[in-house]
Nanobody, 126 residues
Framework: QVQLVESGGGLVQAGGSLRLSCAAS????????MGWFRQAPGKARGLVAAISRSSVNTYYADSVKGRFTISRDSAKNTVYLQMNSLKPEDTAVYYC???????????????????WGQGTQVTVSS
């Protein structure tokens, strides 16, 4: 089992940057595919970015391509989401998720993930 704790959210002006962190407990972090999801009020939770074991594969939603970067540091058991050129429509609660995998695929749907963090609020003002 793994526990996930997000941090780094906050209030930022449009055009600004934030870096979200997701610290994972346990000694098998490298065996998990990781994802960052977000959920705005009244909307479904959707995938923002995902990264496979050993960072072999990554995925970005079209809305964030070129602005967000997902990465992971196995030595620190942490996955990051660097968010640049933020827009008001990026405002949401951001969640980190993990799924134990044997392959190097990324996972796209919330139902594929076994473990979730508590979420961190990101608010982008115009």
């Amino acid at each position: 089992q793994v526990q996930l704790v997000e941090s780094g959210g906050g209030l930022v002006q449009a055009g600004g940057s934030l870096r979200l962190s997701c610290a994972a407990s346990g000694r098998t972090f490298s065996s998990y595919a990781m994802g960052w999801f977000r959920q705005a009020p009244g909307k479904a939770r959707g995938l923002v970015a995902a990264i496979s074991r050993s960072s072999v594969n990554t995925y970005y939603a079209d809305s964030v391509k070129g602005r967000f970067t997902i990465s992971r540091d196995s030595a620190k058991n942490t996955v990051y989401l660097q968010m640049n050129s933020l827009k008001p429509e990026d405002t949401a609660v951001y969640y980190c998720a993990a799924e134990l995998r044997e392959d190097y695929s990324v996972r796209y749907f919330p139902s594929a993930y076994d473990y979730w963090g508590q979420g961190t609020q990101v608010t982008v003002s115009s």
